[in-house]
């Protein structure tokens, strides 16, 4: 587990993101597609899709906080949520959804969610 202190500059945060992109990069690369993590059963797919929605999302989290729009790319939070949140229905726009779906953002409507649960598993052929 990779943490950062809340006191942490945010060129620190984001240098730490940019060092665990290659990470997942070869987690994917190598990944095996019957293994197991932690999360829940996933495959190589799967937990590629995971390991955009939190670089997502964290990127956010450290813009959000240094007072920076730093709204996820609308391309890649749409196809993150067909992967991952395909109960979710896209409400505005896919980027708000996301966040939305991994409990950054809420609205009168859609009051901020307090738990999510990933779809990781390898999905059916039809």
Known sequence: MVGLRRTAAATVAVSAVAVL?????????DAVP??????AYVHPEGFAAMGVVETLVHTYDIAHGI???????????????LRLFPE??????????LLWATGRIGSAERPRRTSRRWHGAPRRRR
């Open 67 to 81: 007072q920076r729009d730093g709204s996820p790319p609308q391309d890649l939070s749409h196809r993150a949520l």
């Open 34 to 39: 019957a293994a197991r993590s932690d999360l």
């Open 21 to 29: 992109v290659p990470l997942l990069r070869g987690g994917v690369a």
């Open 88 to 97: 979710v229905p896209v409400v505005d726009d896919a980027s708000s959804t």
